[in-house]
């Protein structure tokens, strides 16, 4: 084990490259779409989780999913981000019961004597 004198060669002590962060303090949005950030977050996560069952895979599902949320991402009235929000919310339901409608399918013909 040889023994130097040279600092150690970590990237640690090295100064970050500024990065922009988003968050509330570095973006000046007003509160009621401080407060709609979340519902967003929500909806999204809900469409990937329900999205996993989805018969053409959840990539699809995902890609989907933002794409219309970079659709409306420049939306600044709360009115319009809830409206954006309860379409997002139907199409879940939706979803749900595509998904459904392919589990049924799925189960009959598993189960359902062929037919002759």
């Known amino acids: 084990l040889a023994l130097s004198s040279a600092p150690p060669t970590s990237h640690h002590h090295l ?29 999204y996560k809900r469409i990937i989780h ?5 018969p053409g895979g959840l990539q699809v599902v995902r890609r989907k ?3 219309e949320i970079l659709a409306n991402r420049e939306l600044t009235d ?13 199409r879940v339901k939706e ?10 399918r799925a189960m009959k013909a598993r189960y359902s004597p062929p037919a002759s």
Request: hydrophobic fraction near 40%.
């Open 50 to 54: 329900v999205g996993r069952d989805y």
């Open 95 to 104: 979803l749900e019961g595509v998904i459904g409608v392919a589990k049924y």
């Open 65 to 67: 999913a933002k794409e």
């Open 15 to 43: 100064p970050r490259p500024h990065t922009a962060s988003l968050t509330s303090a570095s973006i000046h949005l007003a509160p009621s779409l401080l407060t709609m950030r979340p519902a967003v977050r929500e909806l």
């Open 78 to 90: 709360e009115r319009q981000i809830r409206a954006a929000v309860a379409r997002g919310q139907w």
